[in-house]
C-alpha cells in the first residue's frame, strides 16, 4: 500500500475490475511485451538443430504471426529484409494499436503473445494481482477468478492430471469454453467440468460403464472418502443431473447457464479431482 493510501489521500482498490483495464495496466502489459518478446528475440537469422539456416530471425517469426494470425494483414506491410525485421515501424504499429485498443482485444493480443515466451503468463500474473484484475492466465488462457485459491485448483487439476488422459482433456476443454471471450459456451463447460471427475472415478475404480454416483460409493469403500465430502459432491452433481440441471437441458434453450455457474462447476471439479488424485 502506497503512503498516499494508507494517509486516506487516494482511493484504496478492493474489488477487481472485470470489466475495463486500468491505465497502469495496460502500460505495465506494454512493458512486459516489450521486455519479454520484442526486445529479447534475436533479430538474426539463426540455425535450426540441423545446422540449416533458418528463413526468419525469432523477431521476424513473431512479427510474422502477429500480421498473419492476430492482425490479419497482408503481409507485404509487414517490413522484413533478408529474414529480418527492417525499421521501426513493425514496433510502432503493434504499440500505436496496442494503447488504443479496447481492454478485451488488449486481453486477445496478451494471450496470443503468452506462447513466445515460457515465463510470459507468471510475469504477467503477477502484474495482473498488482492491479486488480479478475483475469489470470491458467493453462495459457486468461480466466476470470475471485480469489488466487480458484486458479490455484484448475492449474493443479490440469497438471496432477498428467497420467489422466480424459481428465485433462475435460478439465482443459472446460476451461476452453469459459474462457472463451468472443464465443463463450457456458453450458457445455459445466458438462465438461462434472465429466472431468466421471471420468476420473471411472479410471479409479477400472469401470468404464459405472455412474459417478456408484464409483463414488466404491471409492468411499477403498479410500475413506468422509460421508460429508461424498454427500457434498453427489448433491452438486444432482444439480447437474436432474430434469431442471445441465445435462437434461443441454438443449433447451429456455434454461440459462451464466458464467458463474460455469465457474463454479470448474472450480468445484477441479479440487475434487485433485482430492480424488491425493487418495489414489
Same mark, same amino acid.
Given at each position: 500500500?502506497?503512503?498516499?493510501?494508507?494517509?486516506?489521500?487516494?482511493?484504496?482498490?478492493?474489488?477487481?475490475?472485470?470489466?475495463?483495464?486500468?491505465?497502469?495496466?495496460?502500460?505495465?502489459?506494454?512493458? /512486459? $511485451?516489450?521486455?519479454?518478446?520484442?526486445?529479447?528475440?534475436?533479430?538474426?537469422?539463426?540455425?535450426?538443430?540441423?545446422?540449416?539456416?533458418?528463413?526468419?530471425?525469432?523477431? *521476424?517469426?513473431?512479427?510474422?504471426?502477429?500480421?498473419?494470425?492476430?492482425?490479419?494483414?497482408?503481409?507485404?506491410?509487414?517490413?522484413?529484409?533478408? #529474414?529480418? /525485421?527492417?525499421?521501426? &515501424?513493425?514496433?510502432?504499429? $503493434?504499440?500505436?494499436?496496442?494503447?488504443? *485498443?479496447?481492454? #478485451?482485444?488488449?486481453?486477445?493480443?496478451?494471450?496470443?503473445?503468452?506462447?513466445?515466451?515460457?515465463?510470459?503468463?507468471?510475469?504477467? @500474473?503477477?502484474?495482473?494481482?498488482?492491479?486488480?484484475?479478475?483475469?489470470?492466465?491458467? @493453462? #495459457? $488462457?486468461?480466466?476470470?477468478?475471485?480469489?488466487?485459491?480458484?486458479?490455484?485448483? /484448475?492449474?493443479?487439476?490440469?497438471? @496432477?492430471?498428467?497420467?489422466?488422459?480424459? +481428465?485433462?482433456?475435460?478439465?482443459?476443454?472446460?476451461?476452453?469454453?469459459?474462457?472463451?471471450?468472443?464465443?463463450?459456451?457456458?453450458?457445455?463447460? +459445466?458438462?465438461?467440468?462434472?465429466?472431468? +471427475?466421471?471420468?476420473?472415478?471411472?479410471?479409479?475404480?477400472?469401470?468404464?460403464?459405472?455412474?459417478?454416483?456408484? *464409483?463414488?460409493?466404491?471409492?468411499?469403500?477403498?479410500?475413506?472418502?468422509?460421508?460429508?465430502?461424498?454427500? *457434498?459432491?453427489?448433491?452438486?452433481?444432482?444439480?447437474?443431473?436432474?430434469? #431442471?440441471?445441465?445435462?437434461? &437441458?443441454?438443449?433447451?434453450? @429456455?434454461?440459462?447457464?451464466?458464467?458463474?455457474?460455469?465457474?463454479?462447476?470448474?472450480?468445484?471439479?477441479?479440487?475434487? $479431482?485433485?482430492?480424488? /488424485? &491425493?487418495?489414489?
Amino acid at each position: 500500500m502506497r503512503f498516499t493510501q494508507r494517509l486516506g489521500l487516494s482511493p484504496i482498490i478492493t474489488e477487481l475490475e472485470k470489466i475495463g483495464m486500468s491505465p497502469e495496466l495496460r502500460n505495465s502489459l506494454w512493458t /512486459i $511485451v516489450l521486455e519479454t518478446i520484442l526486445t529479447l528475440r534475436s533479430n538474426e537469422i539463426g540455425y535450426d538443430y540441423y545446422g540449416q539456416r533458418e528463413s526468419y530471425s525469432k523477431l *521476424a517469426e513473431y512479427f510474422r504471426d502477429l500480421w498473419i494470425h492476430f492482425f490479419k494483414l497482408p503481409i507485404d506491410n509487414l517490413s522484413v529484409n533478408h #529474414g529480418c /525485421i527492417h525499421g521501426n &515501424s513493425p514496433f510502432q504499429h $503493434v504499440r500505436n494499436w496496442f494503447f488504443k *485498443a479496447t481492454w #478485451g482485444e488488449v486481453f486477445d493480443f496478451i494471450e496470443f503473445s503468452s506462447e513466445y515466451h515460457e515465463s510470459f503468463p507468471e510475469i504477467c @500474473n503477477s502484474f495482473l494481482k498488482k492491479e486488480m484484475s479478475a483475469y489470470r492466465f491458467v @493453462n #495459457g $488462457v486468461l480466466v476470470e477468478i475471485n480469489s488466487k485459491e480458484e486458479a490455484i485448483e /484448475i492449474h493443479n487439476a490440469i497438471k @496432477n492430471a498428467d497420467k489422466f488422459k480424459p +481428465v485433462k482433456t475435460h478439465i482443459q476443454t472446460a476451461l476452453e469454453l469459459l474462457s472463451d471471450r468472443k464465443k463463450p459456451d457456458f453450458r457445455n463447460s +459445466v458438462k465438461e467440468s462434472i465429466s472431468a +471427475v466421471e471420468s476420473l472415478a471411472k479410471i479409479i475404480i477400472k469401470d468404464d460403464k459405472t455412474t459417478l454416483g456408484q *464409483a463414488l460409493k466404491e471409492i468411499e469403500r477403498k479410500h475413506q472418502i468422509p460421508n460429508s465430502l461424498k454427500s *457434498a459432491f453427489s448433491a452438486l452433481y444432482g444439480y447437474t443431473s436432474d430434469e #431442471g440441471g445441465i445435462r437434461h &437441458s443441454l438443449l433447451e434453450k @429456455n434454461v440459462t447457464v451464466e458464467m458463474e455457474e460455469a465457474r463454479f462447476m470448474l472450480i468445484a471439479c477441479s479440487a475434487f $479431482v485433485n482430492y480424488l /488424485i &491425493s487418495k489414489i
